[in-house]
Structure formats: structure tokens, C-alpha cells
């Protein structure tokens, strides 16, 4: 068996992008929620309190799509193989669809094998280029949305195309159950990270602060 | 309405042009003309030096011919034209047009009636105002709507390809409304679908509001052409501002009180109808500040949630008007799209703790750490 070290999986740009993204989404959900099914909050017409949640909402959007496209860029641009975009569609080659049906058969309890990857594993890769799909489509059918006050306007011009894809009602109602995904989404992310933290033994769960991982050499 | 019937060939010179005679006629003060010219600006956006421009182009106007066609309509957009009780300045700008073909109020009926129609075609061609009401059943050859024996696809490909303009008044005639909601038994369409070589504006609207047929109308007469549309061929100075951003209940929206039920307490003080399906905020019409019948009111005024009756499709995709979002397909329609979303979580997080408590007793499924590829 090989000995333990410390590697460094997790650069600046992908830790930051996780907590910003985090942070922008729980933001997002509380007043997305709010202006979804709003209560009467305010005694008289002059409060303001719809009005400040939905300011929240659209800072913290512009927040994530921010944080977002940053963190596609980097993946492009990365050297580091576990933020580059590779990681993300294991399906693309024959050894990553092998990996991919390891884990799923660990998850179904069919094996006993724990993917122990260094980076994300082939089925949880795949899992995040699902969930960036569906922050492009949370950012794409906000923006058109929140764009239909000035619909002449620079932003409605980049995303009225949207509304060829969806009616109105259609990209409301889009719009709001990706969030409820999201939140499924987080469900699992928040267990599948502690489930690898207990089986593997890697330190995953710390990771995401620190950048390392403990991680067993070959020979 | 004058001139339908009789041919505009018996009209006298003085007919063809007494704007003024026809005011004073009405008992239309000078006063009451120039507040209208005035009023229409602002509904144009125009600057207010346009009023007196307006008072001359009206004053100077040569009855352009018009002609009314009406298919697979309820006549609301007639109604709503007609509505008004006294004689208004709008009625008479609107009297100053020849309106020579108008289904529901023309004199004359059958080849007669037909024959007038034919006569536009040929010596007005390409001079006329063409106005529609109603969609246009294309499906099985059109034979849904005939007039005189002849389709309505057809009448109107004649007379909408002939015309000056074509103005559809109403949704059904912009973009087929409710005879084209599904399943659209007739394959009804708006009129720029139909005739899609016509020159069409599109003042939707369930009924259009009649002010933005007058405005319309003076805008032709005042720049010999028609007014900036939007991409579905709205005029922007009626449908270029959202309902939501202009509605008198907005101050309600952005400070949190809501009608959370019809006749409670929010009702009745005049909050917003966000909760109750309102849909103004996916609705671009000039309603809060035209209003209706003669600036009367307007239905979110009058405590009812907006209906989106202005938009393209509103039938299918604003229902269920009494909901903010529409129902989720295949599901029932009791069900909203959080009760699916919370099941949707509640379920996932059950599944991951029963996986969980699999996991915790489950042994010899660990490894010393990741390892390296």
C-alpha cells in the first residue's frame, strides 16, 4: 500500500465559485420563493418590502450568472484536471462510462468498491454538468423574465429569443420548477458529500475549505 | 358613420371635406377638439406640440376610404367602437373616414353590399384602410367563414393585399384568439398569417380599446404612414409599457399587500391582484392609462386580475387566469407546481436518509482515502 499525502484538488477559482454559488442560490430560493407566492407584509403602500426582495433576487442573480460563467471559463482555460471540463462529461469516453457504472453500482449498494477518486467522481462529474444546464436555464429564464419591463432594451434583445422556446406562463413556470431541482439537487450533494467523507476517507468534506485532499499514492 | 351604402360618388364637394361644419354640427366645441388633439398626442407620445398639428391634419384631411371586415368574430370590437353614448370627437374622426363596407352597421345587404366592397378594390386600390375583426379559418379550405359564397382567406387576401394598410382590431384578428385556441377546430389565424403580403398593424386586445384605433387612425392621417410597432406588429405608443409597471395597483406589489381572497380585507382596500392570477406582468397594453369606455375604468381597476387578452395565445397560455402559474402537464389541476416541488424534495430527502441508514450499518465498503489514477 502506498503511502498518504496532501493533494491539492481544489484551486482558488473552484472553491470560490462553490461558495459564491451557494451562497447566491440559498439567497435566490428564500426570496424566489417569497416572490413566487408572496404574504401581505407591509401596513401601508409606502413599504418598500417587495421591492427590496426582489432587488436581493436580481443582485443575487447577477451574482450567479457571474459566478458561473467564471467558473465555465475556468474550466476551459484550467491546467488542473480536476476543474477542467473533462471532469465533467465522463460519459465521453469509454473509461469514464466504465467509472460511471462502478459508482452507480456503489450508490445501489450492488458493489463495494468506493469510487475514491481524487477529484469528483465519474457519476458526480456528471451530476454537476447536469446541474450547470440547469443554472444556465435558471440564469436564461431569469434574465428574460426580469428583461420584460423595457422590452426594447439591450437585455430584452439578448434573451426575448427565449420566449420562442417557452410561452410566458411556460417560462415561469420553468423558472420555478428548476428551483425546485435545485433544492433536490442540494439534498443529494449535501449527503453524497458526507457519505464519501465517511466511506472514502479522504477528507472531501473539509476539502471544499481547504482545497486538499488526503489522497493514497500508486505504488 | 357616414357614406356606406350609397357610394361616396352621390357625396356633395362640401361633404368631402367640413370638419369644422361637422363639429359644430355634433356640438363639438372648438375647445373640446383641441383638448382631443391634445389627449391624442399624449396617448402617441408625441410631444404636446403635435396637438395643434394634430387640429390641422384633421382639419385638412381628404376622407380616405375605409372598409370593415368582419369574420370569425363576437362584433366586440364593433361594440366597443360603438359604446360611446354622446357624440365624441373620437366618433367623428372616425365619421370623417368613408366607411364604405362595414358588415354590422352598413345600409346596404347582400351583392349590393358586396358590390360596394368591389368597387373600393378597383378604384381605391392600394389607398384604402382596410380594418378586420375576427380570425381567418385556413383548415379545409377556409369554409368555416363565407361571405357572398366566398371564403374569408380569400376576401381578405383581396382586400388586405389591396390596401393601403390593414388594421386588425382585436386579438382574434392579430393573432387568432379564441377561435385558435386549442384545439382549433377551424384553423383560425390572424390576418398577417393569412395575408402575409399585407401591410398589417395589430391593436389586440379583448375588446382593443377604441382610443387606439382613433390614435392609430390620426397618426395615418397626421404622418401618412403607421406608427412604430413592436416584433409582433403592436404599436409601441399602446403596447410598448407593461400593464404591471404602469398599473395604479403597483405601489401595493412592490410594498407586499396582496388580494389573497376574492372579497377579503386586501380586496376591498385595492391591493394588488398578483396572488389572484393577474397576469399584468406578462401583459403589454396601455389599459392602466387609456382605460375603457371613455376612460371609464378597466378590469384591474375594477378588482379583477388581468386577463393577458392582449398577448398571442392568451386563451392557452394565461390559463388558468385565477392562478399565478399554470398547471404542471400531467398532473391534476389541483396540484401546483410547489406542492410537486415539495414532494419532489420531501422525497429526496427520505430517499437519501433511508440510503444513509443502509450505508451506516453496511460494512467493508471503505477505502484509506482517494487514490491516485
Not at chain 2, 368597387?119 to 392600394?126: D, H, M, P
Not at chain 2, 404602469?246 to 386586501?266: I, L, S, T
Request: with cysteine.
Amino acid at each position: 500500500m502506498g503511502h498518504l499525502y496532501e493533494k491539492y484538488v481544489w484551486e482558488v477559482p473552484v472553491r470560490v465559485t462553490h461558495w459564491v454559488n451557494m451562497l447566491a442560490i440559498v439567497t435566490l430560493t428564500v426570496t424566489g420563493l417569497f416572490i413566487g407566492s408572496p404574504k401581505t407584509v407591509a401596513l401601508t403602500p409606502s413599504a418598500f418590502a417587495m421591492g427590496w426582495i426582489r432587488f436581493i433576487h436580481f443582485v443575487a442573480g447577477y451574482t450567479l450568472s457571474v459566478s458561473v460563467l467564471a467558473r465555465i471559463y475556468w474550466a476551459l482555460v484550467t491546467k488542473n484536471s480536476y476543474a477542467g471540463w473533462r471532469e465533467f462529461f465522463p460519459i465521453l469516453t469509454r473509461d469514464g462510462r466504465h467509472k460511471m457504472l462502478a459508482a452507480f453500482k456503489y450508490y445501489t449498494f450492488i458493489s463495494k468498491k468506493v469510487p475514491a477518486a481524487p477529484g469528483h467522481n465519474a457519476l458526480a462529474g456528471t451530476a454537476y454538468a447536469v446541474v450547470f444546464l440547469l443554472y444556465l436555464t435558471m440564469i436564461g429564464t431569469g434574465f428574460a423574465l426580469y428583461s420584460e419591463r423595457a422590452p426594447n432594451g439591450i437585455l430584452h434583445k439578448a434573451f426575448a429569443w427565449l420566449f420562442w422556446l417557452f410561452s410566458n406562463q411556460g417560462m415561469r413556470l420553468t423558472h420555478h420548477c428548476v428551483m425546485w431541482l435545485l433544492i433536490a439537487f442540494a439534498i443529494h450533494h449535501v449527503y453524497s458529500a458526507w457519505l464519501m467523507d465517511v466511506k472514502e476517507k479522504g477528507g472531501v468534506m473539509s476539502s471544499i475549505f481547504s482545497g486538499y485532499k488526503t489522497v493514497r499514492s500508486k505504488e | 358613420m357616414s357614406g356606406y351604402g350609397n357610394g361616396h360618388d352621390q357625396k356633395s364637394p362640401e361633404q368631402q371635406f367640413s370638419f369644422s361644419r361637422l363639429l359644430a354640427e355634433k356640438g363639438v366645441s372648438r375647445r373640446d377638439f383641441i383638448k382631443f388633439c391634445s389627449a391624442t398626442a399624449a396617448a402617441l407620445a408625441l410631444p404636446p406640440a403635435f396637438g395643434p398639428q394634430i387640429a390641422r391634419a384633421l382639419d385638412e384631411v381628404k376622407r380616405p376610404t375605409l372598409v370593415w371586415l368582419e369574420f370569425q368574430s363576437c362584433t366586440g370590437d364593433t361594440e366597443a367602437l360603438l359604446r360611446a353614448a354622446n357624440p365624441t370627437v373620437a366618433e367623428i374622426v372616425l365619421d370623417i373616414l368613408s366607411i364604405d363596407y362595414a358588415e354590422t352597421i352598413m345600409a346596404a345587404a347582400g351583392h349590393l353590399a358586396e358590390a360596394n366592397l368591389d368597387k373600393v378594390l378597383k378604384e381605391e386600390k392600394g389607398k384604402y384602410i382596410a380594418v378586420v375583426e375576427g380570425s381567418i379559418p385556413l383548415k379545409d379550405d377556409g369554409i368555416y367563414c363565407c361571405i357572398g359564397g366566398r371564403t374569408a382567406a380569400d376576401r381578405a387576401r383581396e382586400v388586405c393585399g389591396g390596401a393601403f394598410a390593414t388594421i386588425a382590431v382585436g386579438t382574434c384578428a392579430s393573432y387568432g384568439g379564441i377561435p385558435a385556441a386549442a384545439p382549433n377546430p377551424t384553423g383560425a389565424v390572424g390576418v398577417a398569417k393569412a395575408v402575409p403580403s399585407a401591410t398589417v398593424i395589430n391593436l389586440p386586445g379583448c375588446p382593443l380599446n377604441a382610443d387606439n384605433l382613433t390614435a392609430t387612425i390620426v397618426h395615418f392621417l397626421l404622418f401618412k404612414k403607421l406608427p412604430a410597432t413592436d416584433g409582433i406588429g403592436r404599436p409601441l405608443f399602446a403596447y410598448g409599457k407593461r400593464i404591471h409597471d404602469n398599473c395604479e395597483r403597483r405601489p401595493h406589489f412592490d410594498a407586499g399587500q396582496y388580494v389573497e381572497a376574492w372579497g377579503d380585507q386586501g380586496h376591498r382596500k385595492g391591493f394588488c391582484l398578483y396572488k389572484m392570477g393577474c397576469k399584468g406582468p406578462e401583459t403589454w397594453h396601455n389599459c392602466p392609462t387609456q382605460r375603457y369606455n371613455d376612460k371609464t375604468s378597466w378590469p384591474v381597476g375594477s378588482g379583477h386580475g388581468c386577463a393577458g387578452c392582449s398577448q398571442p395565445m392568451f386563451w392557452d397560455t394565461m390559463t388558468p387566469f385565477y392562478r399565478r402559474l399554470p398547471n404542471v402537464p400531467g398532473f391534476g389541476i389541483e396540484t401546483t407546481a410547489d406542492t410537486i416541488g415539495l414532494g419532489l424534495a420531501a422525497g429526496t430527502a427520505a430517499a437519501f436518509a433511508a440510503h444513509g441508514v443502509v450505508s451506516a450499518f453496511r460494512r467493508g465498503d471503505t477505502s484509506e482515502g482517494a487514490k491516485e489514477e
